[in-house]
């Protein structure tokens, strides 16, 4: 009997039993947003090269599996899936296939049903070695491209610390543990890929690439908010003030930052209705200063909400808060909490992980930068209120 005709026909109840299955499945929490269409992506193309390959008439060409396998890794891991979680949607794959077409695998002899599940069974496993090659791929790429960027910000900040020696001791301490963890680990992979032999896979190397890459963007990011910190003392930084939107800009950081909330299931209320239409300042230090204190609220909260509201206030000046139900911050260190590298509270509970201490100390100077000033309003257990306040319109000096 040829299987394929089966596999053939039910191919669209195997991919919809298969999609439900992964929203389903709780291992697999990088699905758990997308959409129909984000979670089929490749797949029909590797049924269909599955049903080839089960032919009798057609032949086994595995070309076909090797193909639509790739394609379906380089876009799992453009998605953010990890190795374990497209794992899991294969073995799915397997049982939704064997579920779908049992009946009709019972018709044929055993012989015919041996030849079937065996094929099946190889034809996945082909599938799984070819999607996790590309997905090994495009992490190395990711890797690669990681490893310029660090190349070119580490030139740079070479050059701003000979000028800003006071950032020298704090840097070396900053940077210390996550670069001997990058270090480390790219020279376990770099060793394991010269002892591996020709044609093996090792997948193990997943996991290292996964902890270089994460430790490397916690690098990335200290860097970027140090060079920020220096440009802005050595008065690089100047405004570019336009007529700006105030809703749209807090709407595209809220959109950004939901996922962030929503891994933490916090609740983000916005309310501007008293807000101002428009006002002339510069659109990326604003959408900075927001930024950083939404995060930071999101960070340091674990349950509750963050309320972020904004009015127009007396004398030309409105006003944008941002409310938390997190730790909260003690008085002793309310006075300090925007000072680079502090972070408030000491102890085991002093920052939470990838936390910098700069974030904060950024916030006050493009506050500066924009004519206004930011307040605090804190208890500990209770939560923080970080309240920015700006003129309607940025006063230019001559230049």
Known sequence: MDFSQFLAAKTQIILNKWI????????????????????????????????????????????????????????????????????????????????????????????????????????????IARCFNSYFEERLRELQQLYTSLTLHNQELNRLVTANQDYLSHLAHELKSPLASIISYSNLFLREQRNETRGEQNYGNLEHIERVLRNGRQLLRLINDILQISRYDAGKIKPEPALINVSGVINNVCEMLEPLAKEKNLQMIVDWKNAPTEVFTDPVQLQQIITNIISNAIRYTESGTIIIMCQVLKNERWAIAVSDTGIGIAPADQTQIFEPYFRAGGGDKSYVPGSTGLGLAIVSRLVKLLQGEIKLVSEVGVGSTFTVILPLQLQMSPS
């Open 20 to 127: 439900l299955a992964v929203h389903r499945d709780g291992q697999i929490e990088s699905a758990d947003d997308l959409s129909y269409t984000a979670i089929k992506n490749h797949l029909p193309d590797v049924l269909q090269a599955m049903v080839t390959v089960l032919s009798i008439h057609q032949g086994n060409d595995i070309k076909l599996i090797v193909t639509a396998s790739w394609q379906h890794g380089v876009l799992r891991a453009e998605q953010g899936f990890d190795p374990a979680e497209i794992a899991r949607e294969y073995h799915l794959l397997r049982s939704v296939i064997f579920e779908t077409i049992e009946a009709d695998l019972l018709q044929g002899t055993p012989a015919d049903i041996i030849r079937a599940m065996r094929l099946i069974d190889t034809v996945i496993d082909e599938a």
